[in-house]
């Protein structure tokens, strides 16, 4: 099956620094990939979809200028949460699709905490 | 109301038992329906895809779409210790280019006792 691989998967940092987390899709190109935030016990929450090439498309209510997405190539897209405060502190999951599919292939989540 | 409702359980059930799980939605306008399995702390990994209303049959497990009743499920036959994670149904509509926009249930916490 497809494989998406994010990283890191466990990262701390300090309020008001920045952290980057990767999203790779390993064996297929993927031309559009999503992201999503999950809080404990709730259920995944589409914050942005990236396509390669062009800027990502933010849902209602995510800041844009405090999530930075880039989709570089058709294997890589990133999200990187900009002076990240304790309330960041979230589950974030990232999700590819195939440039011929209609499934979505998940990373293995990366489990931001801020302190 | 939310698009996509799921009880979020938890759902207790020994070990060989017959597990049934919902999904409602309010949006006709979905076509596509998928189950994910979660393991704590894990991303979500899709075991079962469906288009359009109907049946699917895959080892275990059995995934029916009913569109008429904006109704959706999942049942896993000989229910085992290791079928215990959280359940995400995830559904979405043909929107030209953003097929995958998916729009998730709360999901369904799993446990299979032994």
């Known amino acids: 099956g497809a494989v998406v691989s994010q990283h890191p998967s466990r990262v701390i940092c300090k309020s008001g620094t920045s952290v980057k987390i990767e999203c790779r899709s390993l064996d297929f190109q993927a031309t559009t990939m999503f992201w999503y935030r999950q809080f404990p016990k709730q259920s995944l929450m589409l914050m942005a979809t990236s396509n390669e090439g062009s800027k990502a498309t933010y849902e209602q209510g995510v800041e844009k200028d405090k999530f930075l997405i880039n989709h570089a190539s058709l294997t890589l897209s990133t999200l990187t949460v900009t002076s990240a405060h304790p309330e960041d502190s979230s589950f974030y999951i990232c999700?590819?699709?195939?440039?011929?599919?209609?499934?979505?292939?998940f990373g293995q989540g990366t489990r931001l905490t801020v302190v | 109301q939310k698009e996509v409702e799921q009880d979020p359980g938890p759902l207790s059930v020994p070990e060989g038992a017959i597990v049934s799980l919902n999904c409602t939605y309010s949006n006709s306008a979905f076509q596509y329906f998928m189950w994910y399995r979660q393991y704590s702390r894990k991303g979500p990994e899709l075991l079962m895809y469906t288009y359009s209303s109907g049946n699917k049959e895959d080892g275990r497990f059995t995934a029916q779409v009913d569109k008429s009743s904006k109704y959706i499920s999942l049942f896993i036959r000989d229910s085992q210790p290791s079928d215990s994670a959280t359940y995400l149904c995830a559904m979405s509509a043909d929107y030209g280019g953003a097929t995958n926009k998916l729009i998730f249930g709360t999901g369904t916490l799993l446990a299979v006792q032994p």
């Open positions: 999700s590819a699709d195939r440039v011929s599919g209609t499934e979505a292939f």
